[in-house]
């Protein structure tokens, strides 16, 4: 699965961004989808997963009740929705694809976009 990652920028604390990630290659409904995060120095930790069919979505809980994951099928892409962003948000943000079962972890996802970076101002 090739995965592009766009939409991150630079915004103020408490304002939205929303993130996309296109998928190709193979069959996407084949594959729960997640995004991450790295900042320098830190490894990369998870944010947000959602199931092959969207059913089921899992948050880290310092994004619980900001960050909404989804994705269309149809489309071949998932999403980010960013709200009421904090400047402790600033990270890069990866998309990945695991092959069928929905986890958290970073490392057990084998397909991974080139991530895009998102900058919250205070």
């Known amino acids: 699965v090739q995965l592009q990652a766009s939409g991150g920028g630079l915004v103020q604390a408490g304002g939205s961004l929303r993130l996309s990630c296109a998928a190709s290659?193979?069959?996407?409904?084949?594959?729960?989808m997640g995004w991450f995060r790295q900042t320098p120095g830190k490894e990369r930790e998870f944010v947000a997963v959602?199931?092959?069919?969207?059913?089921?979505?899992y948050y880290a809980d310092s994004v619980k009740g900001r960050f909404t994951i989804s994705r269309d099928n149809a489309k071949n892409m998932v999403y980010l929705q960013m709200n009421s962003l904090k400047p402790e948000d600033t990270a890069v943000y990866y998309c990945a694809a695991r092959f069928m079962r929905v986890v958290a972890g970073p490392d057990l996802y084998e397909f991974w976009g080139q991530g895009t970076l998102v900058t919250v101002s205070s």
């Open positions: 959602i199931s092959r069919s969207g059913d089921r979505t």
């Open positions: 290659g193979r069959t996407f409904s084949n594959y729960a």
